[in-house]
């Protein structure tokens, strides 16, 4: 079996790394942030640091496909995420109004997502993935790319990474899962590999998130499938996460400075009360 290195512990690294655990591989997965992980769902949202990933705290969606390749691949995974609190949303149980239709089909039952927030999935994935034996986790920073100086066809064989202090972790598959901000046209170029192509557009929105937990005795809205709505200058939806969490998402236009102010707690509040479809969500009451 073959000796793998993953470049960062978010969910695309963890990913990796389960998946190359369950076919006998040794990984190491290289993680720049050091802080320990909490001890809870709730502490993790909370207290768990995760500066190499901003987006953690915005809403998340984990669609079917991925729930299914869980159900698949990584059953023990998808039961620790229901004792996490995680829940499952099956979408032929709220079928639109509209739907005229609703005689089941077959691969009905594949139509189920996931409820939960990004941390907890986070958080649970990585203690699934390096309870594995063979996945350990290395806290520090990659500054390179080692080769071994005998390129195929004029392209570079990498066989491991340099660290920040001068280490280097050897092995015969390098993944990159570093994220957007991925210094790896530098360290190809490092290594004389030709440039990389690469395409970068702005999506032109920024997106307002909060997140809100229900009162004790209280319950969700009814609800007839997914709360979203765009109205051209705004876009909103609701996201259901675990342990009775859920949270509000704005997308507004990046260079509409008057809506800019959806940033900050009190217009958030405003706007979602002033909708229809967010008001009952954000009753003192519930």
């Known amino acids: 079996m073959a000796a793998a290195l993953v470049i960062g512990a978010g969910v695309a690294g963890l990913g990796s790394a389960l998946a190359l655990s369950q076919r006998g591989h040794e990984v190491t997965v290289v993680e720049r942030d050091t802080t320990s992980v909490p001890d809870s769902p709730d502490a993790a949202f909370e207290q768990w640091e995760r500066r190499g990933a901003p987006q953690v705290r915005h809403s998340h969606a984990f669609l079917a496909r991925l729930r299914n390749l869980l159900r698949d691949r990584a059953p023990d995974v998808l039961a620790h995420l229901h004792d996490a609190g995680a829940s499952e949303v099956r979408f032929v149980d709220q079928p639109p109004a509209t739907l005229e239709d609703r005689e089941s089909r ?84 490092g290594i004389g590999a030709g440039p990389v192509a690469d395409k970068e557009k702005d999506t ?83």
């Open 204 to 286: 032109g929105i920024v997106y307002s998130s909060r997140f809100y937990r229900l009162l004790p005795g209280q319950e969700l809205p009814i609800q007839e499938g997914p709360v979203l709505g765009d109205l051209d200058y705004l876009k909103y939806a609701v996201f259901v996460g675990d342990n009775r969490t859920f949270s509000i998402t704005f997308g507004l236009q990046a260079g509409d400075a008057e809506l800019r102010q959806l940033l900050r707690p009190g217009p958030f509040t405003v706007v979602a009360e002033s909708l229809p479809g967010l008001r009952p969500w954000i009753q003192p009451t519930r």
């Open 106 to 189: 077959p691969g009905d039952e594949d139509l189920v997502a996931l409820a939960c927030r990004r941390t907890t999935f986070e958080w649970v994935l990585r203690r699934d993935t390096l309870a594995a034996g063979n996945v350990r986790l290395v806290e520090g920073s990659v500054e390179r790319l080692l080769s071994d100086g005998s390129p195929s066809a004029g392209v570079p064989n990498v066989v491991g990474v340099g660290m920040a202090g001068g280490d280097e972790l050897r092995a015969d598959l390098v993944i990159d899962a570093s994220g957007v901000r991925s210094p790896l046209p530098k360290w190809l170029a």
